[in-house]
């Protein structure tokens, strides 16, 4: 990104199963012990003494739906999941920052003490990071560092979040950053939204900080408040589909549908509704506002209204077991993603397709802010590998495309990778 949310995520998260990917459910992981090893073999001080290194990890996400509600205050239902970033590193005296990627072997780094500006690269998002630690307050160090990814790349699985999380972690000089997930997830949303440039909202850096491994987590983007959604994962697996397209929504894009909603806020405000923010708007209050707004503008806030209302009724669909409404309420999330806010994408819609089609797949949509990357999928365990041969069949031959199937695990957020872990 130098970027963008969507064309361009880290170079950090490029695949390390590779590009085209398996043929098979992809369940990669790196390995903490090969990569303080491999850490050794770029770095000497790492080499002369293993122990002194430290591994740091976050997760990326999926978001089971509420998307594009989280900068319009709204309700958000993300999974933090086992594909993540990792950071193994050698903690140093001085105020130097530099990073290998383990893909690549690109080098970047930077100074705490004289940031600077964007670069155009992976490094972006943990000097951003830095300076939003610093502007907060916190403490940072230096250190020497090898970062490995299971998160394809471009895929709207959370790749800059994840990276943003992973570097507050390795520029924590004592056991963790001193602050609240909650806190820890807002800074870096700063470093996103101020200095590399994305208007995101809260929600990526939530899950990658504050995710949970028995589930979602229900979050409240206004108050903060948040609360554990239990899963039916005895019976049920979530499988992210990826449609082998890197997300190509520039920031501008992205910025501009935020703008949208905002500039729909103040129209509304100022015709002296008691509205902050789309979070505030019922369908009746928008319906009556249908001729001030221009049509565009008025379908993006028909989308964000809908789907504040679609994730409390899935919610309460998961509570009583109600699997059939989740499915509902995924394909009217999908539909009204793609024809309201105009963010699903040819290949999005072909997965989707696929996946209806396939007995025992109990919902899918997109997920992520779209134009390509990935969808997510509630599948029946017995099913599972059925989706996979229907999509590496299917899929191919009606994109022209390569996709990936990854069978995911709710995860728990950042931080440390004790030795006893791998």
């Not at 000497?44 to 003494?49: G, I, L």
């Not at 964007?118 to 630690?133: C, E, H, L, Q, S």
Request: glycine share 10%; net charge negative.
């Amino acid at each position: 990104m130098a970027r963008t949310k969507g064309d361009g995520r880290p170079a950090a998260a490029a695949n390390a199963a590779g590009a085209t990917g398996p043929r098979t459910i992809d369940r990669s992981v790196v390995d903490a012990g090969r990569l303080r090893a491999r850490l050794a073999a770029v770095d000497e001080r790492a080499a002369a003494d293993p122990g002194v290194a430290v591994v740091v990890r976050a997760p990326g996400r999926v978001n089971l739906i509420g998307e594009h509600t989280d900068y319009n205050d709204g309700l958000v239902l993300p999974v933090a999941i086992d594909l993540e970033i990792r950071i193994a590193l050698i903690p140093t005296e001085g105020r130097r920052v530099e990073i290998v990627l383990d893909a690549t072997g690109e080098r970047a780094g930077f100074d705490l003490d004289d940031i600077g500006e964007r670069r155009g690269g992976f490094i972006d998002y943990v000097a951003g990071t830095a300076w939003a630690m610093h502007e907060a307050g916190l403490p940072t160090r230096g250190f020497r560092g090898l970062l490995a990814s299971t998160l394809p790349q471009g895929s709207g699985l959370s790749s800059s979040a994840a990276l943003e999380l992973a570097s507050a972690w390795a520029l924590s000089p004592a056991t963790d950053p001193a602050v609240d997930p909650v806190t820890l997830a807002r800074i870096c949303q700063r470093a996103e939204n101020a200095y590399v440039g994305v208007a995101c909202g809260l929600m990526d850096q939530f899950a990658s900080s504050c995710g949970r491994a028995d589930g979602a987590v229900l979050l409240d983007c206004r108050s903060l408040e948040h609360r554990a959604v239990a899963l039916p994962l005895a019976d049920h697996a979530v499988v992210v589909c990826h449609t082998g397209s890197e997300r190509k929504l520039q920031a501008s894009e992205y910025n501009a549908r935020r703008a949208q909603c905002e500039r729909a806020v103040a129209v509304l405000a100022d015709r002296g509704l008691p509205v902050r923010a789309l979070r505030d708007v019922s369908p009746a209050m928008l319906d009556g506002v249908r001729g001030v707004l221009d049509d565009e503008t008025w379908r993006r806030c028909a989308h964000v209204v809908g789907e504040d209302l679609r994730v409390e009724e899935t919610v309460a669909a998961f509570a009583r077991g109600d699997l059939d409404a989740v499915g509902r309420l995924f394909a009217e999330s999908h539909a009204s993603l793609r024809d309201l806010y105009e963010v699903s994408s040819p290949e999005l819609d072909a997965l989707v397709e696929i996946a209806g089609n396939v007995p025992g797949v109990v919902a899918s949509r997109m997920t992520g802010a779209g134009f390509g990357g990935c969808t997510i999928n509630l599948v029946r365990r017995s099913a599972v590998e059925a989706l996979a041969r229907a999509v590496l069949a299917d899929y191919p031959r009606r994109t022209g495309l390569v996709p990936r199937v990854l069978a995911v695990d709710p995860a728990a957020g950042a931080g440390i990778v004790r030795p006893s872990i791998r």
